[in-house]
């Protein structure tokens, strides 16, 4: 079994902003994968899926962002998951708009979510996969930036959704070449674009 998690808040407040990217990227990839689901099970939205005959779980929190390592370690521990069979989908602030990049382990950079799953998890097993979805960061006409609780939770305008949506596919594509075992040719595609 393979888990995949999208990161977001529930609830139709929060359901297009950019906290929420991780929660469209399982969207987009349950309806590719044909996924049964969701249930609530774990904490959170359910589904359960399978890419090349091998069973794919997808799962997107609904204990709010901060606590999202609550579900996700419910899910590890239930299906005896190694983190190399975790991918977290979640937002960065630290990249452009709309780029995406992606890498196996390291720390949570400040990203709450990233945070409570390391904290759930345990010491030593932050060695999951990450596809990180940039979201920039926006400056006031002070120079100084918005800042970044508030600006999270704003919701995608229009331009930015029509923008997102070619990036959820190739989001996707990511996660069935990573699901595959072929984190290194994900990350040759993705990690230079944008």
């Known amino acids: 079994m393979k888990l995949v998690v999208g990161l977001g ?17 399982i969207d987009r990839l349950a309806e590719k994968l044909g996924a049964q689901g969701p249930v609530q099970k774990f904490q959170g939205d359910f589904y359960t899926a399978k890419l090349n005959g091998e069973p794919v779980a997808l799962l997107k929190p609904q204990t709010f962002m901060n606590l999202s390592g609550r579900s996700v370690a419910a899910a590890a521990t239930f299906y ?18 709309m780029a995406l990049r992606l890498k196996t382990g390291g720390g949570p950079g400040g990203h709450n979510g990233l945070k409570s799953i390391d904290e759930s998890l345990g010491s030593g097993r932050s060695g999951y996969h990450r596809i990180r979805v940039g979201i920039g960061q926006r ?7 918005v800042p970044a609780e508030q600006y999270v939770l704003e919701p995608y305008g229009d331009d930015e959704l029509k923008a997102l949506d070619p990036l959820l596919g190739e989001v996707a594509d990511a996660v069935s070449l990573i699901l595959r075992g072929e984190m290194t040719r994900a990350m040759n595609l993705y990690n230079k674009k944008g």
């Open 9 to 25: 808040n529930p609830g139709p407040k929060y359901e297009l902003t950019r906290h929420n990217v991780g929660f469209l990227a």
């Open 80 to 97: 005896k998951l190694e983190p190399t069979d975790i991918i977290v989908i979640h937002d960065e602030l630290d990249l452009a708009p």
């Open 139 to 145: 400056l006031l006409p002070t120079g100084r930036r």
